[in-house]
Nanobody, 125 residues
Framework: QVRLVESGGGSVQAGESLRLSCLVS????????LGWFRQAPGEEREIVAGFDRDGTTKYLDSVKGRFTIFQDNARNEVYLQMNSLQPRDTAMYYC???????????????????WGQGTQVTVTV
């Protein structure tokens, strides 16, 4: 059974930091790309950060320089370090696993293979 279990969400004030974690099980960790998405109420789900097949990273423009995605292969975990959080970062954050389409991943939302249950991040002024 494939499971992606997020943790680390919470409520913080603007300017503070959070680190999200996602424990991945049930898949061959090395064959999938991992990433983080978010969805605010009334908005579409969007990719925040993710890995491509070759390990390169991609980020949503609005989080570049503030968020960092990294993974620990020994622990089967992927993380999202979020610094300088802003109210506009408030959303449900989801861990995702995607089988590569060629050399890239997360090209189409509907083709993402696995999702976690989400963890809420709330940033107040």
């Amino acid at each position: 059974q494939v499971r992606l279990v997020e943790s680390g969400g919470g409520s913080v004030q603007a300017g503070e930091s959070l680190r999200l974690s996602c424990l991945v099980s049930g898949i061959d960790y090395s064959e999938f790309c991992l990433g983080w998405f978010r969805q605010a109420p009334g908005e579409e789900r969007e990719i925040v950060a993710g890995f491509d097949r070759d390990g390169t990273t991609k980020y949503l423009d609005s989080v570049k320089g503030r968020f960092t995605i990294f993974q620990d292969n020994a622990r089967n975990e992927v993380y999202l370090q979020m610094n300088s959080l802003q109210p506009r970062d408030t959303a449900m954050y989801y861990c995702a696993a995607d089988y590569p389409q060629g050399s890239t991943c997360f090209n189409h939302l509907v083709m993402v293979d696995y999702w976690g249950q989400g963890t809420q991040v709330t940033v107040t002024v």
